[in-house]
């Protein structure tokens, strides 16, 4: 079957500007995570969906992060006022539901921000 | 102290060698161990997941977790060029009721023919 789907594969962006990016899950996994992935920080934990429940923001590293998830499927991660220490692989994982299951990681959106 | 900490690399291994990948963590009640394998330009694919002390084998993968030690490890016999990737172990932290995975910096493992 298919699997996690991100887009874009990559953006390019000018500093201050607005990007979006876009995860499809798996279908039927109910629990959606983004993740960013830079070469001084690794890969750190952004936000955690699940189904209809208040998400977990905890990793959001600023106010100009933001994430929806609507109808319990696709998710939209938007960055504001894009600043050049943004640039990272941002990628977007899902599992079907409990902490052991297995996450799914897409290919992820690389975002360069000039 | 980092949270999850990896065995400095790169680490480099013969064919058909045993690469031994190591891990410690900081949180003493995390409760579930894995690690991931990333090949360069991909994204992260889960290879072995642990939950309990002692081993687990998989194939030519074997995990160990010992929890009095906070530490957890990769065992590769048998090692193959294919082998050759940045392995990362992660953990899900004690008191968390969904998969949040806390990441090591990850191990460069290359595999010489």
């Known amino acids: 079957g298919a699997g996690v789907s991100q887009s874009p594969s990559n953006k390019v962006t000018e500093k201050g500007k607005d990007v979006e990016l876009r995860c499809d899950p798996i279908?039927?996994?109910?629990?959606l995570y983004w993740y960013r992935q830079s070469l001084g920080q690794g890969l750190e934990f952004l936000i955690y969906f699940q189904g209809n429940s208040a998400p977990d923001k905890s990793g959001l590293p600023s106010d100009r992060f933001s994430a929806e998830r609507t109808g319990g499927s696709v998710s939209t991660l938007t960055i504001q006022r894009t600043q050049q220490e943004d640039s990272a692989v941002y990628l977007c994982a899902s599992s079907p539901k409990g902490s052991r299951d297995t996450q799914y990681f897409g290919p992820g959106t690389r975002l360069t921000v000039l | 102290q980092k949270e999850v900490e990896q065995n400095s690399g790169p680490l480099s291994v013969p064919e058909g060698a045993i690469a031994s990948l190591n891990c410690t963590y900081s949180?003493?009640?995390?409760?579930?161990f894995f690690w991931y394998r990333q090949y360069s330009g991909k994204s992260p694919e889960l290879i072995m997941s642990i939950y309990s002390n002692g081993d687990k084998e998989d194939g030519r993968f074997t995990a160990q977790l010992n929890k009095a030690s906070q530490y957890v490890s990769l065992l590769i016999r048998d090692s193959q060029p294919s082998d050759s990737a940045t392995y990362l172990c992660?953990?899900?932290?004690?008191?968390?009721?969904?998969?949040?995975?806390?990441f090591g910096q990850g191990t460069i493992l290359t595999v010489h023919p």
């Open positions: 279908s039927g996994h109910t629990a």
């Open positions: 992660a953990v899900i932290r004690g008191g968390t009721s969904y998969g949040k995975l806390t």
């Open positions: 949180d003493r009640v995390s409760q579930s």
